[in-house]
């Protein structure tokens, strides 16, 4: 099966610096790739998504590079803010049965210092 | 819209006593689910999916089961509840998956399960 790796496990950065966490997965069949934030006791919400026919995605301060080839990818977030405080998991979907559950990383605790 | 239910949002259960999560989704029809759990602290694990009423896959060996009666209602149970078993448990939907496209997935708010 699938196996998502993710690093670091906790992120310190000043306000207003940029913040990039890192996941390598195990399987070239997967194609989706998502990545959710999770504030404390809360659901995990989608934030940026790419699939695999795409190298980079951006949403305003966030965005997302895929590399198929070396089999990782990784979320930036330019100018954080306060708010961005909160554990972050990437996840990587491989096809099959006609569902897709998704293998997550094991999380990134970003602390944005003010 | 569609929206994702889940209850209870807090239980404390024995050991040895049974379970039973509910998952509801509104607004959509033949949706993917899936439970997830979610140890202290983060990480979290795929127990079970399902692409349609009655049809159940399992990812890892457990003691817990799951079950799909109607079309947008997703069930996981337990008959006898470990120490093991505690923890944070999210069901989710997507989009019954098209094309070779993996759909985002959207997540309940959570049912939180302490074993005592």
């Known amino acids: 099966g699938e196996n998502v790796e993710q690093h670091p496990s906790t992120l310190s950065v000043q306000e207003g610096d940029s913040a990039v966490i890192k996941c390598t997965y195990s399987?070239?069949?997967?194609?989706?790739f998502p990545w959710y934030k999770q504030e404390l006791g809360k659901r995990p919400q989608l934030i940026i998504d790419i699939r695999s026919n795409v190298g980079e995605k951006k949403d305003q301060r966030i965005a997302v590079t895929l590399n198929k080839t070396a089999k990782h990818f990784s979320l930036h977030i330019t100018e954080t803010q306060p708010e961005d405080s909160a554990v972050y998991f990437c996840?990587?979907?491989?096809?099959?049965?006609?569902?897709?559950?998704?293998?997550f990383g094991k999380g990134t605790h970003l602390i944005i210092q003010p | 819209s569609q929206t994702i239910h889940q209850w209870p949002a807090t239980l404390v259960q024995p050991v040895g006593s049974p379970l039973s999560l509910e998952c509801t989704v509104e607004?959509?029809?033949?949706?993917?689910l899936y439970w997830y759990r979610q140890a202290a602290g983060r990480g979290l694990q795929l127990l079970f999916y399902s692409v349609g009423i009655g049809q159940i896959s399992s990812e890892v060996p457990q003691n817990l089961s799951a079950s799909r009666p109607q079309d947008r209602q997703f069930i996981l149970s337990s008959k006898k509840l470990l120490l093991s078993d505690s923890g944070f448990y999210l069901c989710?939907?997507?989009?019954?998956?098209?094309?070779?496209?993996?759909?985002?997935?959207?997540f309940g708010p959570g049912t939180r399960l302490t074993v005592l």
């Open positions: 996840a990587a979907s491989s096809p099959g049965g006609g569902a897709d559950g998704l293998t």
């Open positions: 607004g959509t029809s033949n949706p993917n």
């Open positions: 989710a939907w997507s989009y019954y998956r098209t094309s070779g496209r993996a759909n985002e997935q959207f």
């Open positions: 399987d070239s069949a997967s194609n989706y």
